[in-house]
């Protein structure tokens, strides 16, 4: 994320800043995309609230969920892998903005 940047519109964002939630986004900006699961245990949640969290992202179109065959499986294992649209980014680096003009007393 480039902090920096004079195109990020500082913008607060009630889904985002959910604490759940904004852990989530911070993780997808500093890893692109992530397992559910890895995600899931990194949160230290249940898999109810982590599908709840990231169904709330996906339904604002912050978050896209695709499930893909596990390669090493052969029961057809299918893994759901969380990645950031390019909506949820933006929203995302303009809500951490928001937060940086609040910090600064903005």
Known sequence: MNDSSPLVEPKFDETIHAPIR?????MLEVYGKLRFDALRDSLGVSDAVCSKHLKTLADHGYVTLSKKAERNSGRGYKV?????TDAGQAAFQSHVAALKQIVAGG
């Open 22 to 26: 904004l852990r989530i986004c911070g």
């Open 80 to 84: 759901t892998w969380v990645s950031f």
